[in-house]
């Protein structure tokens, strides 16, 4: 009967001890998404992502004309510097079955600070999922300079 007891109390210590262990490792910290590239500039563009479900198993894929500088993951953000003037913004989710993504132009002024805002595109991801629907939807959002048809749309916030 002792050796049944000691047993017993040695399966309860190694669960004990494998449930803190899990639990330590699921803790968290607070991410701190660094530029890809920073083009450099005296004008400074903070991407704030929001956490939200929908599209939240990608990454939010920030480009600043043509160039890649940020990957945000849900809920995070990323800080370049660019040298003023115009520039082209895009957010993309190249591993989506989307067929568009969001582009649009700024102008942005020296010595600025300018927020934006990504937040997933809620119909595009809803008529994606329902299927052909999607050219139709990607196309009625999509000027000869903009397009707003992709899993993220971004909102300047300031």
């Not at 990608?58 to 809920?75: F, H, K, L, M, Q």
């Not at 102008?107 to 119909?123: A, H, L, V």
Request: charged share 20%; proline share 4%.
């Amino acid at each position: 009967m002792k050796y049944i007891a000691r047993v017993n109390m040695a399966y309860k210590k190694l669960l004990s001890t494998s449930l803190l262990a899990l639990v330590a490792g699921c803790q968290s910290t607070p991410v701190i998404v660094p530029a890809l590239k920073d083009p450099g500039g005296d004008v400074s563009l903070i991407f704030n992502r929001e956490n939200k479900i929908l599209a939240s198993r990608e990454n939010a894929r920030v480009y600043v004309d043509s160039t890649e500088v940020c990957a945000i993951p849900n809920g995070d953000s990323c800080q370049i510097n660019i040298q003023s003037g115009t520039h082209a913004l895009k957010v993309d989710n190249p591993w989506s079955y989307s067929y568009g993504m969001f582009s649009k132009s700024y102008e942005f002024s020296s010595g600025k600070t300018y927020r934006f805002i990504i937040s997933p595109n809620n119909p595009d991801l809803i008529v994606n999922m329902v299927g052909t629907g999607s050219i139709i939807y990607n196309e009625a959002n999509r000027t000869a300079t903009t397009s707003d048809n992709g899993d993220f749309t971004m909102k300047l916030a300031d």
